[in-house]
T-cell receptor
């Protein structure tokens, strides 16, 4: 089946630094990628939707200047958490949609900001 | 209003018991898709099933079965003869049609934590 990878799987960073998370579709072209955030014992919250080659569409309440999304190719999307703070600590999950409208999730990235 | 409601926050059962996880959804679209995902402690979402709104047949896959009832807007998930490895958070999700037949964004329920004791 289709595979989506995320890198890194976990990261610890100091407050004020920026962190980049990569999401790759390994064996298919992802026309659309979604980024979710999940706090402990809570559901997945959609942060933004990105289509290859265009600007991401952010959900209400998500700061686009803080969570930079780049979808430069059909197999790669990146989420950069800029000037991270402890409240940004969370589990970030990407999802990719292929041409047949299938939906596949990455394994997630656990971010801890100290 | 929530589009997907999973009223059961936590369920505990003993191994070999059957367990049903409830999911109620809300949509005005006539074409939509329903999903179930499993999230074990590792965090990775595991796809279990996708069902479109025109297919009301119940589905069985091994110990898993799904009951789709449009009349009550429910898409319940049953695990028979539960096992310890079934312990996880289970999410029900809804996607409405977006421009033609492609899937729009997924709306997730809050999830149900299932714990199966040996």
């Amino acid at each position: 089946g289709a595979v989506v990878s995320q890198h890194p799987s976990w990261v610890i960073c100091k407050s004020g630094t920026s962190v980049k998370i990569e999401c790759r579709s390994l064996d298919f072209q992802a026309t659309t990628m979604f980024w979710y955030r999940q706090f402990p014992k809570q559901s997945l919250m959609l942060m933004a939707t990105s289509n290859e080659g265009s600007k991401a569409t952010y959900e209400q309440g998500v700061e686009k200047d803080k969570f930079l999304i780049n979808h430069a190719s059909l197999t790669l999307s990146t989420l950069t958490v800029t000037s991270a703070h402890p409240e940004d600590s969370s589990f970030y999950i990407c999802s990719a949609r292929d041409l047949a409208a299938g939906r596949y999730f990455g394994p997630g990235t656990r971010l801890t900001v100290t | 209003a929530q589009k997907v409601t999973q009223a059961q926050t936590e369920i505990s059962v003993v191994e070999k018991e059957d367990v049903t996880l409830d999911c109620v959804y809300e949509t005005r679209d006539t074409t939509y898709y329903l999903f179930w995902y499993k999230q074990p402690p590792s965090g990775e979402l595991v796809f279990l099933i996708r069902r479109n709104s025109f297919d009301e047949q119940n589905e069985i896959s091994g110990r898993y079965s799904w009951n789709f009832q449009k009349s009550t807007s429910s898409f319940n998930f049953t695990i028979t003869a539960s096992q310890v490895v079934d312990s996880a958070v289970y999410f029900c999700a809804l996607s409405e049609r977006n421009r033609g037949s492609t899937l729009g964004r997924l709306y997730f329920g809050r999830g149900t934590q299932l714990t199966v004791w040996p």
